[in-house]
């Protein structure tokens, strides 16, 4: 993936939950990653067709791999260079209103072959510490996840049907977290007609999971023409209806060296009409990360 900006690629990475799972549940719930603040039944905001563009397909680019150079240039622009850190505030909202709340650090790195690798783990609350996932970029249909908490004793893989569940307890899978890197940074799209949202320019890029086992259709991405941030992420079912939006709060986009950081994003289910709120704060861009923190092992041993 290359979770800047939604773990701010983050916006980027990124994914957690209320209580830990058993050891034997590993491929069901896990891990989290972004947040914004609006109702869960909002409906999904007019867009404004603006100009005809020309379909798009994936290149080779150091980041995004968007072949127009229009969008790439922006989709890169909002990407840290090399790394990222920063810590995360949790609340999963479940349909009756319930919060559950946590605290995640999160680290991004991207690397000499251009893949990218991040680790996530609890921090609060206390019978939740030391849970953590790894994320490692591949060239396969699914990237490489790896799960830690202390039941397991070592960490685990991530595979079959775990890859659709619920990463952590919130709103995000393992698969969401894919297809946001995919269609915004890695994969092969489709450039859609700009659009006007709230009086905001989009660039709008669409793909079509590659897999047959994908929950999803189709996705899109919004990408705001001024900010350079992936502002909406769709995600539709086989029938064409919006299953889940992942929206950024524009009020919360601040710059840091010079690159729009989403500080606030939210994953809505509007099949389950829950949502999970990610509030991004202390984060550090391109500094030292050591290469031995993305690695299982690292997992078990924590900082």
């Known amino acids: 993936m290359s979770i800047s900006v939604y773990l701010s690629r ?8 209320s209580s830990l799972l058993p050891a034997a549940e590993v491929s069901d ?35 995004s791999k968007i072949k127009d150079p229009q969008v790439r240039a922006c ?19 479940g349909k009756t209103g319930f919060v ?9 790195k991207r690397f000499e072959n251009k893949r990218s690798k991040a680790v996530v783990r609890v921090v609060a609350p206390q019978q939740e510490v030391g849970v953590a996932v790894l994320y490692l970029e591949t060239e396969r249909v699914h990237a490489n996840w790896y799960m830690y908490q202390k039941e ?5 893989r991530v595979t079959g049907s775990g890859i659709s569940g619920s990463v952590l307890g919130t709103d995000f899978s393992y698969e969401d977290f894919e297809h946001i890197e995919e269609i915004i940074y890695t994969g092969e799209v489709t450039r859609m007609p700009d659009a006007e949202i709230d009086g905001h320019m989009f660039y709008v890029i669409e793909r079509q999971p590659g897999n047959s086992s994908s929950q999803y259709s189709l996705v899109k991405g919004f990408i705001d023409q001024v900010l350079c941030v992936p502002m909406r992420t769709e995600f539709y079912d086989h029938s064409m209806q919006l299953k889940k939006a992942l929206i950024v709060n524009r009020l919360a986009v601040k710059k840091i060296n010079d690159r729009w950081i989403p500080h606030e994003t939210t994953m809505f289910d509007y099949s389950r009409k829950t949502h999970t709120i990610f509030t991004n704060h202390d984060i550090k861009i391109d500094i030292e990360l050591h290469n031995s923190m993305f690695t299982p092992q690292f997992l078990k041993r924590g900082r």
């Open 152 to 156: 397991f004793k070592r960490p685990r």
């Open 10 to 17: 983050v916006c980027v990475l990124l994914v957690l939950s």
């Open 29 to 63: 719930e896990l891990f989290d990653l972004f947040s914004e603040s609006t109702e869960v039944d909002e409906a999904v905001t007019e867009v404004k067709v603006a100009k005809q563009t020309n379909p798009v397909s994936g290149g080779s680019g150091v980041g």
């Open 100 to 108: 559950r709340k946590s605290t995640r650090e999160v680290f991004w």
């Open 75 to 93: 989709a890169e622009k909002g990407l840290p260079e090399f790394s990222l850190s920063q810590m995360q505030d949790v609340d999963v909202v």
